[in-house]
């Protein structure tokens, strides 16, 4: 049976090259919204986070119809950290669209999930997208895009692949660069002349693989995937099986189904082969399982999601101000949340820590944790984060660490500072290329060499440089890599910072806190220029006297102190500090507070070293 009536299909892209507002144009203009209906902008981004930060972090299924043929469509996230989220969705589609910014051209993850989809052996519609920009340079980026392919190891079809001419603001695609489009037509057109029509045998055994979970308060956890063979119905008794374990197949029963349709999601009785379907009813169902018939329980394979990267301890808050913001502060409370993080993210993975308070959380990238992170507190937990650590592995008998593939995107006038800086930080130089009024360079450097490098490159660049990066492959160790050459100024003692405290040590380095704001002994307060942690008092209060001094008048002016966000907090702290997360507060401490055992702790380490 082939499936005319139907087409599977994902936009994939690199981050902001315009994938959920393309997403919104193909809704208005395939009958998704009444006539006078209010719209918004990025309607995909439904999670508060991502609306916030303008990216897109969870994949979203949506439905238009166009010409009597239902499109499922799949909006994927664009950062490299959430490339799981892609792996595992480009299962439930025959084909995809690769958008590319005609005026960046191809970028890290625009390799990395073309590099999945081909693979796979899907069909690809290239899409230059944004191609109203003043700076769009139509040719050049046509040229990438089949270096790309070709460096990729497409096949002969994918070659061939079509190639159209979008705006996405402005809801227009074309086949020709010189000609203006007027709507989507054109590559609805083509979604259906060229990404295959799903087929399979809807007489046959049931068989529909899950690629992704949603949860409802209601009906609980709901299973997301594409019928492979047979037809489902509603209230069937199924057997659970998984193809990549060997534990015996789990009886359960479908309760409810329903399909993508427009916003929303359409009640339905029965569904067939090729259907993108969500279903309610098997509580212990998790991504990769497989719904099969009760007469034949056969697993289907799941795709091998990439391995974590990057490595932090998550434990339970220990400071003084421990329980005051946060509902949720046990360690019970947390190992909970965090396995049940594992149901809905394949590239996670999280294993019991050193104590019954610790456990290890490894993901693809820095932000990949820090959205979990975020999402916790929003949620009202509390928890103390250790720095980022790679994950090394043994190959061979060779210690290797993982490398990153940096593309840099920054003015001609600031490559020196770029590239001296890099090389520091154990990089090679891949290459360097004029792009319009900018210099494009591309590196191959170890995971942990960008660790606390984003701001610094923020700084060099005057805040306009672009940088993207992407897990390459395991390269032998490169050696040790300095991360920060500055120290910490810690509080000595318990109390409210005082304005005369602060002015006092303001001359020390870069604060971290204002006036009137509770802190604790140990607690991170500043930066020291020096490579060196010092402790000072800012809750120190001058003391009043019967004389009056000559400057007793003058007004204390105080610097603006920095305000970390949880990202650059995590490119801040050292081996040996912490970051206290709370629902309403990130504070930075070391993981032993008291000054004195601190220092006991520090002398012994460095006897240590010297003895080896």
């Given amino acids: 049976m082939i499936r005319n009536d139907l087409r599977n299909v994902a936009i994939i892209a690199h981050v902001d090259h315009g994938k959920t507002t393309l997403v919104d144009e193909m809704l208005k203009q395939g009958g998704a919204y009444r006539e006078n209906q209010e719209t918004e902008d990025r309607v995909m981004d439904s999670n508060a986070l991502e609306r916030e930060r303008g990216i897109t972090i969870l994949a979203k299924n949506t439905a238009v119809h166009y010409k009597d043929v239902k499109i499922n469509i799949i909006d994927t996230p664009g950062h490299a950290d959430f490339g799981g989220e892609v792996e595992r969705i480009l299962k439930m589609v025959n084909g995809v669209i690769l958008l590319v910014d005609a005026a960046e051209g191809p970028m890290p993850q625009t390799r990395f999930v073309l590099q999945k989809a081909l693979a796979l052996n899907h069909r690809v519609i290239v899409v230059i ?106 209230n069937q008794d199924a057997y ?84 005051r913001e946060g509902k949720f502060v046990t360690s019970r409370q947390l190992r909970e949340r965090l396995y049940k993080e594992l149901l809905k993210d394949v590239s996670l993975r999280v294993s019991d820590g050193e104590t019954t308070e610790e456990f290890k959380v490894a993901g693809r990238g820095e932000m990949h944790l820090a959205i979990l992170i975020e999402n916790m507190r929003r949620e009202g937990f509390e928890v103390c984060c250790s720095n980022p650590r790679v994950l090394y592995k043994e190959i061979d008998g060779v210690r290797c660490e993982p490398m990153e593939r940096v593309t840099l995107d920054v003015p001609a006038e600031y490559v020196g500072a770029v590239v001296e800086k890099l090389g520091r930080r154990k990089g090679d130089l891949l290459e360097m290329m004029p ?19 984003r701001s610094e490159f923020l700084s060099d660049t005057h805040g306009e440089g672009i940088m993207n990066s992407v897990f390459e492959d395991y390269q032998p160790f490169r050696g040790e890599i300095t991360r920060r050459y500055t120290g910490s100024l810690i509080a000595s003692e318990d109390g409210v910072t005082t304005r005369y ?109 010297a003895a080896k």
């Fill in 129 to 234: 997208n944004k191609i109203d920009k003043p700076d769009a340079r139509l040719g050049e980026v046509e040229d990438e895009v089949l270096e790309l392919l070709l460096d990729l190891g497409a096949n002969d079809e994918q070659l061939d692949s079509p190639m159209l001419y979008c705006s996405g603001r402005a809801g227009t695609a074309s086949e020709s660069p010189d000609e203006a489009g007027t709507t989507l037509e054109p590559l609805f057109d083509k979604i259906l002349d060229y990404i295959p029509a799903p087929e399979g045998d809807e007489n046959g055994e049931l068989q529909l693989l899950v690629s992704s979970i949603d949860y409802n308060d209601y009906v609980g956890r709901i299973g997301i995937g594409r019928i492979e063979r047979g037809t489902i119905r509603k």
């Fill in 435 to 453: 792009v319009g009024t900018r210099t494009r360079i591309e590196y191959l450097i170890p995971a942990r060499g960008l660790f606390g490098y």
């Fill in 240 to 323: 659970i099986c998984n193809y990549h374990t060997e534990a015996a197949p789990r009886r359960t029963k479908v309760v409810s189904i329903s399909q993508f349709d427009g916003l929303g999601k359409l009640p339905v009785e029965t569904a067939t082969v090729g259907d993108i379907v969500c279903f309610s009813g098997a509580e212990e169902i998790t991504i990769g399982d497989t719904i099969t018939s009760l007469n034949a329980p056969e697993a289907l394979e799941f795709v091998k999601v990439s391995e974590p990267t990057l490595e932090m301890t998550f434990s339970v808050n220990s400071s003084p101000f421990a329980g």
């Fill in 501 to 609: 405290g602060l002015y006092n040590t303001q001359d020390r380095g870069q604060l971290f806190v204002g006036p009137q704001t509770p802190v604790y002994e140990g607690m991170i307060v500043g930066e020291c220029p020096k490579n060196e942690d010092i402790a000072i008092n800012p809750c120190k209060e001058k003391h009043l006297t019967a004389i009056r001094s000559s400057g007793a008048d003058e007004k204390l002016l105080l610097t603006p102190p920095v305000i970390f966000s949880l990202e650059e907090a995590l490119e801040f702290i050292n081996d040996d500090e912490l970051i206290e997360v709370t629902p309403k507060s990130i504070r930075l401490r070391k993981k032993i507070l008291n000054n004195e055992l601190r220092m006991k702790e520090m002398m012994r380490i460095r006897r240590a070293a």
